[in-house]
Protein backbone atom coordinates (compact mmCIF):
# COMPACT_ATOMS: atom_id res chain seq x y z
CA UNK A 1 0.00 0.00 0.00
CA UNK A 2 0.70 3.82 -0.08
CA UNK A 3 2.81 4.60 3.37
CA UNK A 4 2.25 8.78 4.11
CA UNK A 5 5.56 10.70 5.20
CA UNK A 6 5.47 9.31 8.52
CA UNK A 7 3.87 6.52 10.58
CA UNK A 8 3.71 4.11 13.46
CA UNK A 9 2.72 0.58 12.95
CA UNK A 10 0.64 -0.73 15.21
CA UNK A 11 0.74 -5.00 15.47
CA UNK A 12 -2.60 -6.17 16.83
CA UNK A 13 -1.57 -9.70 17.24
CA UNK A 14 1.27 -8.77 19.10
CA UNK A 15 -0.79 -7.06 21.65
CA UNK A 16 -2.96 -10.08 21.84
CA UNK A 17 0.44 -12.25 22.33
CA UNK A 18 1.22 -9.75 25.57
CA UNK A 19 -2.35 -10.51 27.15
CA UNK A 20 -1.59 -13.89 27.00
CA UNK A 21 1.90 -13.69 28.75
CA UNK A 22 0.68 -11.32 31.08
CA UNK A 23 -2.39 -13.88 31.93
CA UNK A 24 0.64 -16.84 31.84
CA UNK A 25 2.18 -14.66 34.62
CA UNK A 26 -0.72 -14.40 37.03
CA UNK A 27 -3.25 -16.44 38.85
CA UNK A 28 -6.02 -18.03 38.10
CA UNK A 29 -8.46 -15.41 40.24
CA UNK A 30 -6.31 -12.47 39.05
CA UNK A 31 -7.97 -10.19 36.37
CA UNK A 32 -6.64 -7.85 33.34
CA UNK A 33 -7.20 -3.85 34.31
CA UNK A 34 -5.51 -2.34 31.21
CA UNK A 35 -4.56 0.74 31.62
CA UNK A 36 -4.96 2.53 28.19
CA UNK A 37 -4.30 6.37 29.88
CA UNK A 38 -2.71 8.92 27.30
CA UNK A 39 -4.37 7.31 23.80
CA UNK A 40 -3.01 4.22 25.41
CA UNK A 41 0.75 5.17 25.55
CA UNK A 42 0.75 6.88 22.15
CA UNK A 43 -0.62 3.29 20.33
CA UNK A 44 -4.42 5.03 19.51
CA UNK A 45 -6.72 4.18 22.12
CA UNK A 46 -10.22 3.19 19.80
CA UNK A 47 -8.27 0.22 18.43
CA UNK A 48 -6.11 -1.09 21.13
CA UNK A 49 -8.92 -1.00 23.40
CA UNK A 50 -11.63 -2.88 21.03
CA UNK A 51 -8.71 -5.52 20.33
CA UNK A 52 -8.04 -5.97 24.28
CA UNK A 53 -11.96 -6.24 24.27
CA UNK A 54 -11.86 -9.30 21.58
CA UNK A 55 -9.85 -11.41 23.95
CA UNK A 56 -11.85 -11.07 26.77
CA UNK A 57 -10.88 -7.68 28.77
CA UNK A 58 -13.41 -6.04 30.58
CA UNK A 59 -11.89 -3.53 32.83
CA UNK A 60 -9.94 -0.55 31.97
CA UNK A 61 -8.06 2.48 33.81
CA UNK A 62 -7.02 5.65 32.43
CA UNK A 63 -6.07 9.03 33.82
CA UNK A 64 -8.97 11.49 33.27
CA UNK A 65 -12.55 11.85 32.97
CA UNK A 66 -12.06 12.84 28.91
CA UNK A 67 -10.04 9.40 28.45
CA UNK A 68 -13.01 7.73 30.52
CA UNK A 69 -15.77 9.09 28.65
CA UNK A 70 -13.94 8.02 25.23
CA UNK A 71 -13.41 4.45 26.65
CA UNK A 72 -17.16 4.38 27.70
CA UNK A 73 -18.49 5.35 24.08
CA UNK A 74 -16.82 2.00 22.81
CA UNK A 75 -17.24 -0.68 25.21
CA UNK A 76 -20.80 0.35 27.37
CA UNK A 77 -20.37 -2.84 29.89
CA UNK A 78 -16.74 -2.70 30.67
CA UNK A 79 -15.18 -1.17 34.08
CA UNK A 80 -13.32 1.96 33.76
CA UNK A 81 -11.33 3.13 36.84
CA UNK A 82 -10.23 7.27 36.37
CA UNK A 83 -6.80 7.08 38.14
CA UNK A 84 -6.71 10.82 38.60
CA UNK A 85 -8.51 13.86 39.55
CA UNK A 86 -11.73 14.55 38.23
CA UNK A 87 -12.96 18.26 39.05
CA UNK A 88 -16.18 18.12 41.61
CA UNK A 89 -18.26 20.05 39.03
CA UNK A 90 -18.05 17.12 36.90
CA UNK A 91 -19.23 14.80 39.25
CA UNK A 92 -22.64 14.40 37.09
CA UNK A 93 -20.43 13.19 34.39
CA UNK A 94 -18.90 10.60 36.54
CA UNK A 95 -22.49 8.88 37.00
CA UNK A 96 -24.26 9.45 33.54
CA UNK A 97 -20.89 7.41 32.12
CA UNK A 98 -20.53 4.92 34.99
CA UNK A 99 -17.08 5.33 35.51
CA UNK A 100 -15.55 4.93 38.77
CA UNK A 101 -13.86 7.40 40.40
CA UNK A 102 -10.51 7.27 42.30
CA UNK A 103 -10.50 9.20 45.46
CA UNK A 104 -7.61 9.83 47.57
CA UNK A 105 -7.58 12.27 50.32
CA UNK A 106 -10.38 13.32 53.20
CA UNK A 107 -10.85 16.72 51.59
CA UNK A 108 -11.88 15.78 48.27
CA UNK A 109 -14.00 12.52 49.45
CA UNK A 110 -16.00 15.15 51.70
CA UNK A 111 -16.43 17.39 48.16
CA UNK A 112 -17.34 14.69 46.21
CA UNK A 113 -20.00 13.34 48.38
CA UNK A 114 -21.44 16.31 49.50
CA UNK A 115 -21.83 16.98 45.20
CA UNK A 116 -22.89 14.02 44.28
CA UNK A 117 -25.74 14.29 47.69
CA UNK A 118 -26.63 17.48 46.28
CA UNK A 119 -27.28 15.77 43.06
CA UNK A 120 -29.09 13.29 43.95
CA UNK A 121 -26.51 10.55 42.40
CA UNK A 122 -24.66 7.91 43.52
CA UNK A 123 -20.70 7.42 42.40
CA UNK A 124 -18.87 4.64 42.48
CA UNK A 125 -15.18 5.06 44.23
CA UNK A 126 -12.09 3.44 44.72
CA UNK A 127 -10.16 4.38 47.60
CA UNK A 128 -5.95 4.83 46.64
CA UNK A 129 -3.99 3.79 49.20
CA UNK A 130 -0.37 5.44 49.84
CA UNK A 131 2.06 2.82 50.68
CA UNK A 132 5.52 5.08 50.37
CA UNK A 133 5.36 7.04 46.28
CA UNK A 134 3.84 9.85 48.43
CA UNK A 135 2.06 11.03 45.05
CA UNK A 136 -1.54 10.54 45.97
CA UNK A 137 -3.79 8.57 48.49
CA UNK A 138 -4.58 8.32 51.72
CA UNK A 139 -1.70 7.09 54.31
CA UNK A 140 -1.59 3.93 54.56
CA UNK A 141 -2.01 3.64 58.60
CA UNK A 142 -4.86 6.45 58.36
CA UNK A 143 -7.19 3.84 58.81
CA UNK A 144 -9.61 5.56 60.65
CA UNK A 145 -9.89 8.48 57.62
CA UNK A 146 -10.25 5.82 55.53
CA UNK A 147 -12.98 3.87 57.31
CA UNK A 148 -14.50 7.16 57.05
CA UNK A 149 -15.20 6.77 52.97
CA UNK A 150 -17.37 4.08 53.83
CA UNK A 151 -20.07 6.25 55.65
CA UNK A 152 -20.65 8.35 52.72
CA UNK A 153 -24.23 6.99 51.15
CA UNK A 154 -23.54 8.94 47.85
CA UNK A 155 -20.35 7.10 47.16
CA UNK A 156 -19.97 3.16 46.63
CA UNK A 157 -16.82 1.58 47.42
CA UNK A 158 -15.71 -0.43 44.10
CA UNK A 159 -12.05 -1.01 45.11
CA UNK A 160 -9.15 -0.30 47.35
CA UNK A 161 -5.79 -0.08 45.41
CA UNK A 162 -2.11 1.27 45.76
CA UNK A 163 0.85 1.45 43.52
CA UNK A 164 4.73 0.22 43.86
CA UNK A 165 7.38 3.14 42.81
CA UNK A 166 10.04 1.12 42.63
CA UNK A 167 9.17 -2.84 41.08
CA UNK A 168 11.38 -2.04 38.26
CA UNK A 169 14.77 -2.18 39.95
CA UNK A 170 16.59 -4.50 41.38
CA UNK A 171 18.86 -2.78 43.43
CA UNK A 172 18.62 -4.31 47.09
CA UNK A 173 17.36 -1.48 48.79
CA UNK A 174 14.34 -0.93 46.24
CA UNK A 175 13.32 -4.74 46.03
CA UNK A 176 13.18 -4.04 50.09
CA UNK A 177 11.19 -1.26 49.70
CA UNK A 178 8.98 -2.76 47.31
CA UNK A 179 8.15 -5.75 49.95
CA UNK A 180 7.66 -2.89 51.85
CA UNK A 181 4.69 -1.52 50.14
CA UNK A 182 3.40 -5.16 49.86
CA UNK A 183 3.68 -5.22 53.59
CA UNK A 184 1.88 -2.18 54.03
CA UNK A 185 -0.85 -2.57 51.67
CA UNK A 186 -1.72 -5.96 53.30
CA UNK A 187 -1.85 -4.39 56.35
CA UNK A 188 -4.39 -1.73 55.60
CA UNK A 189 -6.48 -4.36 53.97
CA UNK A 190 -6.24 -6.56 57.16
CA UNK A 191 -7.28 -3.42 59.10
CA UNK A 192 -9.96 -2.96 57.07
CA UNK A 193 -11.57 -6.64 57.80
CA UNK A 194 -15.09 -6.47 57.30
CA UNK A 195 -15.94 -3.56 55.39
CA UNK A 196 -16.38 -4.19 52.03
CA UNK A 197 -13.64 -2.55 49.98
CA UNK A 198 -14.08 -4.52 46.92
CA UNK A 199 -11.41 -5.01 44.72
CA UNK A 200 -8.12 -5.15 44.96
CA UNK A 201 -5.42 -4.47 42.91
CA UNK A 202 -1.28 -3.47 43.27
CA UNK A 203 1.04 -4.84 40.78
CA UNK A 204 2.51 -2.02 37.61
CA UNK A 205 3.52 -3.59 34.72
CA UNK A 206 7.23 -3.92 36.81
CA UNK A 207 5.37 -5.29 39.50
CA UNK A 208 3.12 -8.01 37.52
CA UNK A 209 6.75 -9.31 35.88
CA UNK A 210 9.16 -9.23 39.16
CA UNK A 211 6.66 -9.66 41.65
CA UNK A 212 3.93 -12.28 39.96
CA UNK A 213 3.55 -14.38 42.90
CA UNK A 214 0.85 -11.71 44.02
CA UNK A 215 -2.47 -12.89 44.08
CA UNK A 216 -5.03 -9.42 43.95
CA UNK A 217 -7.87 -9.49 42.32
CA UNK A 218 -6.62 -6.75 39.67
CA UNK A 219 -3.47 -6.03 38.13
CA UNK A 220 -3.03 -3.25 35.94
CA UNK A 221 -0.40 -3.99 32.87
CA UNK A 222 0.10 -0.53 31.24
CA UNK A 223 3.61 -0.37 29.10
CA UNK A 224 3.59 -3.95 29.55
CA UNK A 225 0.98 -4.60 27.23
CA UNK A 226 2.83 -2.68 24.53
CA UNK A 227 6.00 -5.26 25.11
CA UNK A 228 8.06 -2.69 26.30
CA UNK A 229 8.60 -2.23 29.77
CA UNK A 230 11.18 -0.06 30.93
CA UNK A 231 13.37 -0.60 34.03
CA UNK A 232 14.86 -3.60 35.39
CA UNK A 233 12.49 -6.80 34.75
CA UNK A 234 13.03 -10.45 34.76
CA UNK A 235 12.95 -11.82 30.62
CA UNK A 236 9.22 -12.42 29.28
CA UNK A 237 7.98 -13.04 26.46
CA UNK A 238 6.96 -9.89 25.32
CA UNK A 239 6.36 -8.34 21.51
CA UNK A 240 6.58 -4.29 20.62
CA UNK A 241 3.38 -3.56 19.19
CA UNK A 242 4.56 -0.02 17.77
CA UNK A 243 7.20 0.18 15.17
CA UNK A 244 8.34 3.64 13.78
CA UNK A 245 8.84 4.26 10.16
CA UNK A 246 9.15 7.16 7.57
CA UNK A 247 9.90 7.56 3.68
CA UNK A 248 13.29 9.13 2.05
CA UNK A 249 12.20 12.04 0.22
CA UNK A 250 15.24 12.89 -1.41
CA UNK A 251 18.75 11.63 -2.25
CA UNK A 252 21.38 13.77 -2.82
CA UNK A 253 25.40 13.44 -2.92
CA UNK A 254 27.16 16.20 -0.15
CA UNK A 255 30.63 16.93 -1.80
CA UNK A 256 33.62 17.30 0.72
CA UNK A 257 33.93 20.13 2.60
CA UNK A 258 30.37 20.76 3.03
CA UNK A 259 28.48 20.94 6.28
CA UNK A 260 24.62 19.39 6.27
CA UNK A 261 21.33 20.77 8.47
CA UNK A 262 21.00 23.44 11.35
CA UNK A 263 23.79 24.42 13.31
CA UNK A 264 26.56 23.63 11.02
CA UNK A 265 27.49 20.47 13.43
CA UNK A 266 28.23 17.84 10.53
CA UNK A 267 31.30 18.52 7.88
CA UNK A 268 32.10 15.88 5.67
CA UNK A 269 35.66 15.08 4.65
CA UNK A 270 34.56 12.75 1.46
CA UNK A 271 31.60 12.62 -0.68
CA UNK A 272 29.00 11.29 1.09
CA UNK A 273 25.28 10.12 -0.11
CA UNK A 274 22.75 11.50 2.26
CA UNK A 275 19.03 10.59 2.06
CA UNK A 276 16.27 12.80 4.04
CA UNK A 277 13.32 11.45 5.73
CA UNK A 278 9.92 12.75 5.99
CA UNK A 279 10.25 12.53 10.25
CA UNK A 280 11.20 15.28 12.49
CA UNK A 281 10.96 15.85 16.50
CA UNK A 282 7.27 17.41 15.46
CA UNK A 283 6.31 13.93 14.52
CA UNK A 284 7.97 12.83 17.73
CA UNK A 285 11.25 11.57 17.13
CA UNK A 286 13.53 13.17 19.89
CA UNK A 287 15.66 16.49 18.69
CA UNK A 288 18.15 15.04 21.49
CA UNK A 289 19.19 12.50 19.44
CA UNK A 290 20.80 15.19 16.87
CA UNK A 291 24.68 14.57 16.76
CA UNK A 292 24.90 11.12 18.18
CA UNK A 293 25.02 8.77 14.77
CA UNK A 294 21.73 7.05 15.80
CA UNK A 295 21.39 3.96 13.88
CA UNK A 296 18.09 2.92 11.65
CA UNK A 297 17.37 0.46 9.19
CA UNK A 298 17.69 0.89 5.23
CA UNK A 299 16.80 -1.79 3.50
CA UNK A 300 17.75 -4.16 5.89
CA UNK A 301 21.22 -2.07 6.56
CA UNK A 302 22.20 -0.05 9.44
CA UNK A 303 22.51 3.44 8.50
CA UNK A 304 23.55 6.46 11.07
CA UNK A 305 21.59 9.91 11.86
CA UNK A 306 23.67 13.06 10.53
CA UNK A 307 23.32 16.40 11.59
CA UNK A 308 20.36 17.75 13.69
CA UNK A 309 16.72 16.76 13.87
CA UNK A 310 14.79 18.99 12.36
CA UNK A 311 10.95 19.71 12.95
CA UNK A 312 9.90 17.60 10.21
CA UNK A 313 13.09 16.03 8.61
CA UNK A 314 16.12 14.16 9.17
CA UNK A 315 18.96 13.48 7.20
CA UNK A 316 20.96 9.87 7.15
CA UNK A 317 24.15 8.70 5.80
CA UNK A 318 23.51 5.92 2.74
CA UNK A 319 26.94 6.18 1.43
CA UNK A 320 27.55 2.37 2.08
CA UNK A 321 23.87 1.26 1.13
CA UNK A 322 23.42 -0.41 -2.16
CA UNK A 323 19.90 0.40 -4.31
CA UNK A 324 18.37 3.11 -1.83
CA UNK A 325 15.64 5.10 -3.33
CA UNK A 326 13.07 7.75 -3.16
CA UNK A 327 10.22 6.42 -1.16
CA UNK A 328 12.16 4.01 0.31
CA UNK A 329 10.93 2.96 3.81
CA UNK A 330 13.18 4.01 6.58
CA UNK A 331 12.70 2.26 10.03
CA UNK A 332 13.49 4.06 12.91
CA UNK A 333 12.14 1.88 15.96
CA UNK A 334 11.10 -1.82 14.77
CA UNK A 335 12.90 -5.09 12.89
CA UNK A 336 13.90 -5.01 9.20
CA UNK A 337 15.19 -8.45 8.21
CA UNK A 338 17.65 -9.86 10.94
CA UNK A 339 18.18 -6.66 12.41
CA UNK A 340 16.44 -4.58 15.33
CA UNK A 341 16.21 -1.02 16.52
CA UNK A 342 15.04 -1.15 19.93
CA UNK A 343 12.27 1.23 21.39
CA UNK A 344 14.52 0.88 24.88
CA UNK A 345 17.38 1.99 22.98
CA UNK A 346 16.04 5.25 22.02
CA UNK A 347 14.43 6.10 25.32
CA UNK A 348 17.95 5.32 26.53
CA UNK A 349 19.48 7.50 24.05
CA UNK A 350 17.12 10.38 25.29
CA UNK A 351 17.81 9.73 28.99
CA UNK A 352 14.31 8.99 29.14
CA UNK A 353 12.07 5.72 29.66
CA UNK A 354 9.77 3.83 26.94
CA UNK A 355 6.59 5.28 28.43
CA UNK A 356 7.52 8.46 27.85
CA UNK A 357 9.16 7.69 24.20
CA UNK A 358 5.69 5.97 22.79
CA UNK A 359 3.67 8.88 24.43
CA UNK A 360 5.43 11.49 22.20
CA UNK A 361 4.69 10.05 18.61
CA UNK A 362 1.77 13.12 17.48
CA UNK A 363 -1.30 12.73 15.99
CA UNK A 364 0.06 13.47 12.22
CA UNK A 365 2.46 10.61 12.79
CA UNK A 366 -0.34 7.87 10.99
CA UNK A 367 -1.06 4.77 12.62
CA UNK A 368 -2.06 1.84 10.79
CA UNK A 369 -3.31 -1.27 12.40
CA UNK A 370 -1.87 -4.83 11.38
CA UNK A 371 -4.13 -7.43 13.07
CA UNK A 372 -1.81 -10.21 11.46
CA UNK A 373 1.48 -10.94 9.29
CA UNK A 374 -0.14 -9.71 5.97
CA UNK A 375 0.04 -6.52 5.05
CA UNK A 376 -3.41 -6.56 3.04
CA UNK A 377 -5.07 -6.12 6.32
CA UNK A 378 -3.69 -2.74 7.50
CA UNK A 379 -6.45 -0.18 8.05
CA UNK A 380 -5.42 3.62 8.03
CA UNK A 381 -6.86 5.91 11.02
Not at 61 to 90: K, M, S
Not at 165 to 178: G, H
Request: with cysteine.
Amino acid sequence: MNHPRAWVDIHLNRLNHNVQQINALISKKTKIMAVVKADAYGHGLEQIVLSLHKVGVTSYAVATLEEAIEVRGLLPTADILILGLTPIHNVYLLAHHRLIQTVFSESYVKSLAAAATSAGILIEIEIKVDTGMNRIGFAYDQINAIKIVFSYNSLRVNGIYSHLSVADSFKPEDVAFTQVQINRYELCLKELDGFSYGRTHLQNSAGIINQSHLQFDYVRPGIMLFGIPSGEVKKVDLKPVLELKASISMIKTVRAEEYIGYGRIVKFTKPKKIATVSIGYADGYPRSLSGKGVPVLVNGQYANLVGRVCMDQLMIDVTNIDGVSEEDQVILIGTSQTKRIMMSTIAEQTHTITNDLACQFSLRTVRLYTTSNKKDVETVV
